[in-house]
């Protein structure tokens, strides 16, 4: 059985082809669309969520069965229609094009699987269970959405901001490092969220990055 690998994928602005109108097609676009692709369905029917997207021009819809000329500039393949056997046929034309495929009805038949997704902006936490049963990484994404908020997306804001300041200002490989990782504790997530001062006083940063990172240091033991 194969291991799958994890991977974050930049699909902006880039063509993704869905086979298939129904709510798996639908819940692959709406993950699409979350990240900037540009989204082209193939199928004879659409659901009405999918309909109102292509009426606003949110998706492309081409309003028959799919054919693999419909293959042709995707980055990545979705095929999702009803029919196991067109789904088959559109991975392995997608194969030998070298386009990556997703299989709706048999994961392990495909080159990827998609994951359950928590989006917090740029903080994003996926769960995967390899085609296993998808409601559970469905069960966990759930149970983390409580513990890793909305305030999720400003820390990792903020923290792209300190890491461009800390690679802007400190030399030592090492020393950033440990900056960076006294920076992301959770006390001192909610003081940059809480910084007025971040953007503009990057003497400051560096010195409460210092003295987090020194407070973090394991004490020295007594023999
Ligand atoms: C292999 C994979 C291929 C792929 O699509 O990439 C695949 C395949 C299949 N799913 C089926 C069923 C269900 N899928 C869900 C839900 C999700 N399925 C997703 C991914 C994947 N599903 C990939 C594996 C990922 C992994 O294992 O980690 C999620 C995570 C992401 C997403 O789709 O966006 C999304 C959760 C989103 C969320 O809520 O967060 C539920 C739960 C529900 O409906 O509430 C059920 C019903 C319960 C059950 O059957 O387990 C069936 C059987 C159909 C049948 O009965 O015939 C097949 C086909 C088969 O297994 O053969
Ligand atoms: N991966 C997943 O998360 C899940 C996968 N499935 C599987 O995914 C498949 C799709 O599920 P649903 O959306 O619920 O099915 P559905 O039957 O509701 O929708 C199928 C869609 O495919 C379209 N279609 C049919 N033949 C086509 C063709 N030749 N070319 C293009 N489009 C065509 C139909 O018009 C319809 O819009 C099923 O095979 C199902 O077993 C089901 C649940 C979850």
Redesign the pocket.
């Known amino acids: 059985m194969a291991e ?1 690998y994890p991977v974050m994928l930049n699909i902006s602005e880039k063509k993704c082809l869905v086979a298939g109108g129904g709510p ?1 097609a639908e ?2 676009i ?2 699409l669309l979350s990240a900037g692709a540009r989204v082209i369905v193939v199928s004879p029917q659409l659901t009405p969520k999918l309909r109102e997207l292509a009426d606003n021009g949110g998706i492309l819809w081409i309003p028959r069965e799919a054919v693999d000329d419909d293959l042709e500039g995707a980055a990545l393949v ?1 095929a ?1 229609t009803g029919e196991p056997d067109v789904n088959r046929r559109l991975a392995e034309s997608a194969r030998l094009l070298g386009i990556p495929a ?7 038949a ?1 080159d ?7 989006r917090r902006g740029r903080f994003v936490l996926a ?12 069960r966990v ?2 149970e983390l959405s409580a513990r890793y908020g909305p305030e999720y997306s400003v820390y990792a804001d903020a923290l792209g901001h300190i890491r461009r300041a800390v690679k802007e200002h400190v030399a030592d490989p090492e020393e950033r490092r440990l900056l960076l990782l006294a920076a992301v504790e959770p006390d001192a997530l909610e003081e940059w969220r809480q910084a007025g001062w971040l953007k503009s006083q990057p003497g400051k940063l560096l010195e409460r990055l210092r003295s987090r990172a020194e407070a973090a240091k394991p004490k020295e033991e007594n023999h």
């Open positions: 799958w798996v819940r692959k709406a993950g979705f999702a997703n299989v709706a009805d048999n994961g392990e495909g990827f699987m998609v994951p359950a997704v928590l769960a995967g269970v390899s085609g296993a049963g998808p409601a559970l990484a469905a994404v759930r």
